[in-house]
């Protein structure tokens, strides 16, 4: 079993729609989650981060944290050609030293 | 504002050539570096953490190595490259452990 996993997608919205993307993982005592988004040929951009359990909005992104359902995802609303880019869940479990655990990523392509 | 560096942006290298990378980061002091590697299509896979000078964790064995000579330096190396080696390599910076990293622009290396 991978420690972060994520649908490789490719997801695909019309512009203006939500954009959901989900990321579950195994060690249920990982305190830390991320969103990063890359678009082709650049290296991750941190989008978000969550901590506690519930939504965190920022923007059009939302982050969603499920830590007894070990379920972390990110809404993107009023989806803009712009968002189209792969985005990479990460954890950092509570005990592994420094270690980021990265998910393989989700493509998402929005459709103008 | 801090900000990381990374060159060179590409590199060709052909099998069994020595390789040097480097990182630097402005703007922040003592922070956690990482190097990544990101294969094609594939997730980011870290290969070395530091939590300050002279101080290197490694995750996977391989024939690379990683130094901290300065505070906010950070190096990989090889002495002969294998065509495994290739990939889009990728600094990361923190403040510490459970903080969100920031990405570098990455080299981009293909051994040939």
């Known amino acids: 079993q991978k420690e972060v996993e994520q649908n490789s997608g490719p997801l695909s919205v019309p512009e203006g729609a939500i954009a959901s993307l989900n990321c579950t993982y195994s060690?249920?005592?990982?305190?830390?989650f991320f969103w990063y988004r890359q678009y082709s040929g650049k290296s991750p951009e941190l989008i978000m981060f969550i901590y506690s359990n519930g939504d965190k909005e920022d923007g059009r992104f939302t982050a969603q944290l499920n830590k007894a359902s070990q379920y972390v995802s990110l809404l993107i609303r009023d989806s803009q050609p712009s968002d189209s880019a792969t985005y990479l869940c990460?954890?950092?479990?509570?005990?592994?030293?420094?270690?980021?655990?990265f998910g393989t990523g989700t493509s998402l392509t929005v459709i103008p | 504002s801090q900000t990381i560096h990374q060159w060179p942006a590409t590199l060709v290298q052909p099998v069994g050539s020595p390789l040097s990378l480097e990182c630097t980061v402005e703007?922040?002091?003592?922070?956690?570096l990482y190097w990544y590697r990101q294969a094609a299509g594939r997730g980011l896979q870290l290969l070395f953490y530091s939590v300050g000078i002279g101080q290197i964790s490694s995750e996977v064995p391989q024939n690379l190595s990683a130094s901290r000579p300065q505070d906010r330096q950070f190096i990989l190396s090889s002495k002969k490259l294998l065509l495994s080696d290739s990939g889009f390599y990728l600094c990361?910076?923190?403040?510490?452990?459970?903080?969100?990293?920031?990405f570098g622009p990455g080299t981009r290396l293909t051994v040939t």
């Open positions: 990460a954890v950092m479990p509570q005990n592994t030293g420094n270690q980021f655990y």
């Open positions: 990361a910076w923190s403040v510490d452990r459970d903080y969100e990293q920031y």
């Open positions: 703007g922040t002091s003592n922070p956690n």
């Open positions: 060690d249920r005592g990982s305190q830390s």
